[in-house]
């Protein structure tokens, strides 16, 4: 039986809002395989709240996922948001009463998430050379939150993040050539070990809602969180499959390496050398590229049938063609 | 092999219907059907463009490896090489045969994707 998330948000509209309090313009957003986000609005018992509603859809294997609970993810929010963090309030984490299964309750930021708008709409245009410096002052808040208890966070390095990708990779069976001078390449130029921080795990151009006059209002999407090097952040938000069709501005389409590192310094970051998150960059292009094999191979095993899947394997080439230009510069 | 149509434009002509049906669809299998009739595009760009594109990887990584064989072969023997540190990124040739290989298969793939490198937009 499916859920009827409308019913629940309406009952949940009462709990919140208290006397008098009703729900109001409830829609789905979006949605993909397994998870959901709904606005909604409680109306009549005060001022009017705007709120959004993540929740998982589909079940949550704790041993096996690479991604956190949501009560984890909501803990996550407001403890870098009390750190200054632009980031949503959370309004409620939903238990049993609420049945609406795992899921929380965030006050809605108005802005722009799609990357391809961001790069290229003239909207953004005024604004969009101060977003890599701001991306680096985020970041810095971000690592600088001590990673609250009790949430069992995994810690990852990059001689692990390797292996992980590299077994990953060995398991699909599929012979390509760039992906193993990757794997050879970076293992020879593993950085120094660096002190783990609290890490957003997911930190790219997609993730990040902008707003055309104050830029960077909120970072979103915080379910591949974990304790690790701060250069891994940076070097995500530089890997090119998230720079939308803008290869020369290396911070997520839209902005220079120079501002991001200085954004990061000038917000009490410790200093990351340009080398290291190049490092993390090839790394991510190579991590995208397993993942794409990894979506093919979930369509091939019949875990999941959508068309999409076996489309997002032929993405593997954009990864391999990013790696040799990556490899010919050196890190 | 068979013509009047060849199998190219059998995949274009599935790829127009989807694009016209897509507007009566639900957002989700909107979605779904753009993804569809672009699986069609790849279908018909492989087709038209693949047998090329193998024969240009099979000369670049006999060139590398220094004796023929078939693209699968080859392509084995290449992976168990890099893999065993023979072959790195010094290894004369080996990056200009690789970048031969990776653009011709972004050409099938994503045309539209600008790799690492790619000048930026003219307009």
Redesign the interface.
Known sequence: MTLDVAVALSRLAHRLGGEGARLADAGRLS?GASMETWGFAIEGAGPREDLILRRRSAPFDPENARSVGLSTEAALIRATGARGAPVPSVRHVCDDADGLGEAYVMGRVDGETLGKRIVSDPRFDAVRGKLARQCGEVLAQIHATPPPPDLNLKTVDSVGELDRYEEVYRAVGA????L??A???LRKHVPESAELKLLHGDFRNGNLMFDQEKGLVAVLDWELSHIGDPAEDMGWICT?SW?F?????PVGGFGDYADLLAGYAAAGGRPIDLARVRFWQMLG?LRWGVMCLTMYVSWRDGAEK???R??IG?????T???????????L | MITHPRTEELAEAVAVWIDQIRPSLDP?NA??AR??A??MA?IGREITQGPAAEARAVAAMSDVLGRDGTYEAL??E??AR??A?E???ETPG??PA??I???D??A???P??????????SS
């Open positions: 949605g012979g390509r050539p760039i193993e001078l794997f050879q390449y090119n720079r069709g803008r290869p020369d501005r292009s959508s068309v999409e076996p489309m032929r993405r593997v080439s954009e391999e063609a990013d790696l040799v230009t990556l490899l010919e510069q050196g | 989700r979605f779904l993804v569809a672009k699986a790849t392509n084995a290449l992976c890099i893999r540190g072959f790195t990124v080996l990056l690789l970048r290989m990776a653009a298969r972004l099938i793939d994503q539209s994707y600008k790799p690492e490198g790619a000048p930026p937009p």
